[in-house]
């Protein structure tokens, strides 16, 4: 099960520090991916991490502005948002994939995460 948590209305410029706690996986298996929404587009991926190794990957235009980051001790996912623009306005889901040789490869794909989260709306304004 997945929770996320942290999203709010925030100005231009501004940083939210959005949470992804999870309960009951095994999570030395996995990876957590975060993805967002905006009404009328499709799931977009954002940056992801592996539990075991702590390994990162980031979708085009995230990387320098956000940070995806763990807490083992949590079993918590962080996404660190900085320098937030009014295109970021969304709502940000993470979920959960298991970490095969495909995962690399296919990380940036909603399909090979199985298990999602509810969301937290993000909010962007002047």
């Known amino acids: 099960q997945l929770q996320a948590s942290g999203g709010g209305l925030v100005q231009v410029g501004g940083s939210l520090r959005l949470s992804c706690a999870a309960s009951g996986l095994d999570s030395s298996k996995y990876a957590v991916g975060w993805f967002r929404q905006a009404p009328g587009t499709e799931r977009v991926f954002v940056a992801a991490?592996?539990?075991?190794?702590?390994?990162?990957y980031y979708g085009r235009s995230m990387k320098g502005r956000f940070t995806v980051s763990k807490d083992n001790a949590e079993s918590t996912v962080y996404l660190q948002t900085d320098s937030l623009r009014y295109e970021d306005t969304a709502i940000y889901y993470c979920?959960?994939?298991?970490?095969?040789?495909?995962?690399?490869?296919?990380?940036?794909?909603?399909?090979?995460?199985?298990?999602w989260g509810q969301g937290t709306l993000v909010t962007v304004s002047s």
């Open positions: 979920a959960a994939g298991l970490f095969t040789i495909d995962y690399t490869s296919n990380h940036y794909s909603p399909a090979v995460y199985e298990y």
């Open positions: 991490i592996t539990w075991n190794s702590g390994r990162t």
